[in-house]
């Protein structure tokens, strides 16, 4: 039987709302990642979270950010790589200190984008990474996009997994459609539910351009501040379930 990780970026609350059906999403997916201060989330946030995860048998995992909740953590900012290893661990330490299983590190926004493509991000998120593992006696697995942080997290012995993007469109290059352009997003939910499974089965993803991209993925990621993410994410599992893959995290 095919198996595959189903996640989503949940615990994003700003001023206190949240901007997710968290309650709705933790019912669908396989893992969370788990926003812990840095562009949304705050004690109460975690600490429901968590919660949430243990009751849904789900797996936490930590979503740090740059610091930069005005931003939402989405603009790229240019912090020395000492500075982001200090912020970037007691993000990830703040949600272990709450009680959490945490099982895998994803950044968040442009810091996702910067550890991918920027060796000096890639090596100071890593490093915290592994300084939480060693404070936890444990290994710390990372996912995202390949990049500078496959290397980054291999030197360090960090185990890192390939997710795709069920609700994001894609450039011919395999990276994003920027947010700011035009099919950044996608809307349909038989169109996402049907991308989640041919990339559980082996398949990869339609760039905007029509172009085919192989993607060998690990996770699948629905963003849980997508308009209708809850609606999206029934439907995605519905498919995966329709097709015989199973669910389940692998961390």
Same mark, same amino acid.
């Given at each position: 039987?095919?198996?595959?990780?189903?996640?989503?970026?949940?615990?994003?609350?700003?001023?206190?709302?949240?901007?997710?059906d968290?309650?709705?999403?933790?019912?669908?997916?396989?893992?969370?990642?788990?926003?812990c201060?840095?562009?949304?989330? %705050?004690?109460?946030?975690?600490?429901?979270?968590?919660?949430?995860? &243990?009751? *849904?048998?789900?797996?936490?995992?930590?979503?740090?950010?740059?610091?930069?909740?005005?931003?939402?953590?989405r603009?790229?900012?240019?912090?020395?790589p000492?500075?982001?290893?200090? *912020?970037?661990?007691?993000?990830?330490?703040?949600?272990?200190?709450?009680?959490?299983?945490?099982?895998?590190?994803?950044?968040?926004?442009?810091?996702?984008?910067?550890?991918?493509? /920027?060796?000096?991000?890639?090596?100071?998120?890593?490093a915290?990474?592994?300084?939480?593992?060693? %404070?936890?006696?444990r290994?710390?697995?990372?996912?995202g996009?390949p990049?500078?942080?496959?290397?980054?997290?291999?030197?360090?012995?960090?185990?890192?997994?390939? /997710?795709?993007?069920?609700?994001?469109?894609?450039l011919?290059?395999?990276?994003?459609?920027?947010?700011?352009e *035009?099919?950044?997003?996608?809307?349909? &939910? /038989?169109?996402?539910?049907?991308?989640?499974?041919?990339?559980?089965?082996?398949?990869?993803?339609?760039?905007?351009?029509?172009?085919?991209?192989?993607?060998?993925?690990?996770?699948?990621?629905?963003?849980?501040?997508?308009?209708?993410?809850? &609606?999206?994410?029934?439907?995605?599992?519905?498919?995966?379930?329709?097709?015989?893959? /199973?669910?389940?995290?692998?961390?």
């Amino acid at each position: 039987m095919a198996a595959i990780d189903l996640n989503a970026d949940l615990g994003e609350t700003v001023d206190g709302v949240p901007t997710a059906d968290d309650e709705a999403m933790f019912a669908v997916v396989s893992s969370a990642s788990v926003a812990c201060g840095g562009h949304a989330g %705050d004690i109460p946030s975690m600490t429901d979270a968590v919660r949430r995860a &243990a009751e *849904q048998g789900v797996a936490v995992g930590a979503h740090p950010s740059f610091v930069d909740r005005a931003g939402f953590g989405r603009v790229a900012l240019a912090v020395p790589p000492a500075i982001l290893r200090t *912020q970037v661990r007691d993000q990830i330490a703040a949600l272990a200190g709450l009680g959490a299983d945490l099982r895998y590190v994803k950044p968040h926004g442009a810091l996702y984008h910067a550890v991918s493509a /920027e060796p000096g991000a890639a090596g100071a998120v890593a490093a915290a990474v592994a300084d939480v593992a060693a %404070d936890l006696g444990r290994t710390l697995p990372m996912l995202g996009m390949p990049g500078a942080i496959t290397e980054a997290a291999g030197s360090r012995g960090i185990p890192f997994f390939v /997710e795709a993007f069920l609700d994001r469109g894609y450039l011919a290059s395999g990276s994003l459609v920027p947010r700011t352009e *035009q099919g950044a997003l996608l809307h349909d &939910a /038989e169109v996402v539910a049907a991308r989640a499974v041919t990339l559980a089965t082996g398949g990869g993803v339609v760039a905007i351009d029509g172009s085919s991209i192989a993607v060998d993925a690990a996770s699948l990621c629905l963003h849980g501040d997508t308009p209708g993410s809850a &609606a999206m994410a029934r439907a995605v599992r519905a498919a995966l379930d329709a097709a015989g893959v /199973e669910v389940r995290a692998p961390w």
